[in-house]
């Protein structure tokens, strides 16, 4: 299978950044796309930012502007970017990939969709 391990949560003033990054491990064949999500107090999880391999880039409107994903296609790790965060920011930002992985068969490769176990952000004074 494929496990994802988030790192780079905190705490941090508002008007201050972070950078979170996640790590994909296991018998990957391809990861099609990679993602963040987040979780606030009392909120359902929503979509952050999400990229493809290609590069192709999607924001949700709230942090359009502040944030920015990228990732390392060498290194199956998938990075956001945070600036100018607010206190509404304050989340558990998780990462996911989704894609195909290696069973032992070269036939057919099982889809994966993971996600990582989360990292808590916190903007406040």
């Known amino acids: 299978q494929v496990q994802l391990v988030e790192s780079g949560g905190g705490l941090v003033q508002p008007g201050g950044s972070l950078r979170l990054s996640c790590a994909a491990s296991g018998t990957i064949v391809r990861i099609n796309a990679m993602g963040w999500y987040r979780q606030a107090p009392g909120k359902e999880r929503e979509l952050v930012a999400t990229?493809?391999?290609?590069?192709?880039?999607n924001y949700a409107d709230s942090v359009k502007g502040r944030f920015t994903i990228s990732r390392d296609n060498a290194k199956n790790t998938v990075y956001v970017q945070m600036n100018s965060l607010k206190p509404e920011d304050t989340a558990v930002y998780y990462c996911?990939?989704?894609?195909?992985?290696?069973?032992?068969?070269?036939?057919?490769?099982?889809?994966?969709?993971?996600w990582g176990q989360g990292t808590q952000v916190t903007v406040s004074s």
């Open positions: 996911n990939a989704a894609g195909t992985y290696y069973t032992g068969s070269t036939i057919y490769y099982p889809p994966f969709l993971s």
């Open positions: 990229i493809t391999s290609d590069g192709s880039s």
